[in-house]
């Protein structure tokens, strides 16, 4: 759970959306849902085709919290192919064979070698955005991966990465939750700040009013992370992944006035990591 002496309000949620970056319709989205919805934090693809253009909007946006969506699974790398050619496809991109892959990352150092050169090239992207950096996540949730997390943790100490996703989820399958465990178990050693559960896996692409007044309904305590893929409106899918994807109902979710007053209602404290780190700070002070 987040590290913390002092309680903080019962309910705490972070609102996300991943693949900032990903499409200017996903920049526009994230961009309304901040101004008129309940949307508090996005996720940047720093390799991303409109990734610039994200960028530009979260300088317009002081209050959004932009963290660093790693790219490492199904999607565009920042290094050039030359640089990092055992992670790459012939289109300069990752596969998205996650099993194969984590066993080469678990045990070829040549290619463990070329996955950190990538993973810093990502954060010291990041870094030359001026954004402060809120939180880390992996596409597809490759930092369950020992590796891939432990990677990240080193590389993240030299960019100030103090807060990270936990994917842990109440209906995640039995066989995970030891394995979850593992991880929070690292973050907490490693003194990295993480939400106490997320709401998004099971529902992902279909996070629609109806699901999320269905999860504010029955909303734990503690800090919790609901993420999600916004887009507005527009000609064919994103990406091949996403053809089922509902990103136009994900975002008329985000705006809902019914989601704003169920929110309200379960009294639960909106913001970013960075908003949750301040908040252990001031009550770590109060109870001193």
Same mark, same amino acid.
């Given at each position: 759970?987040? @590290? ?14 991943d693949?900032f ?20 934090? #996005? ?9 610039r ?23 565009? #790398?920042?290094?050039? @192919? ?15 064979n ?6 080469r ?7 463990? /070698?070329?996955? %950190? ?7 010291e ?27 990240? *943790? ?22 995970? /939750? ?5 991880? @929070? ?5 490693e003194?990295?700040?993480?939400n106490?559960?997320? *709401? ?14 269905? @999860? ?29 994807y ?19 209602? #379960?009294? %639960?404290?909106?913001?970013?990591? %960075? ?14």
């Open positions: 759970m987040m @590290r913390r002496e002092a309680p903080l309000s019962q309910r705490t949620l972070i609102i996300t959306a693949d970056g990903l499409h200017e319709r996903v920049n526009e989205a994230v961009e309304r849902a901040h101004l008129h919805g309940v949307l508090t934090a #996005a996720s940047l693809m720093v390799a991303a085709p409109a990734a253009d994200a960028v530009a909007r979260a300088r317009r946006l002081p209050d959004l919290r932009v963290g660093l969506h790693l790219v490492l699974a199904d999607g565009a #790398a920042l290094l050039p @192919r030359e640089a990092i050619p055992a992670l790459l496809d012939a289109h300069g991109r990752f596969g998205d996650m099993v194969r892959d984590g066993v990352f678990f045990f070829l150092p040549q290619v463990r /070698k070329q996955l %950190a050169l990538e993973i810093r090239a990502q954060f992207a990041f870094s030359k955005t001026g954004l402060a950096l809120d939180h880390v996540n992996t596409h597809k949730h490759f930092h369950l991966h020992p590796t891939v997390l432990g990677m990240i *943790i080193e590389i993240g100490r030299d960019y100030g990465m103090r807060a990270m996703r936990l994917p842990c989820e109440s209906r995640e399958p039995f066989w995970l /939750k030891p394995w979850i465990g593992l991880v @929070r178990d690292r973050l907490d050693r003194g990295i700040a993480h106490d559960y997320v *709401i998004g896996i099971a529902d992902t692409g279909r996070m629609t009013e109806g699901v999320l007044l269905d @999860r504010l309904a029955r909303l734990p305590d503690g800090v919790g992370e609901i993420y999600c893929h916004p887009a507005v409106e527009g000609e064919g899918a994103l990406t091949r992944g996403m053809r089922d509902r990103h136009a109902d994900e975002l008329a979710a985000l705006l809902s006035p019914r989601v704003q007053a169920a929110i309200e209602a #379960a009294g %639960a404290t909106r913001g970013g990591f %960075a908003d949750v780190f301040h908040m252990t700070h001031e009550r770590r002070v109060q109870s001193s």
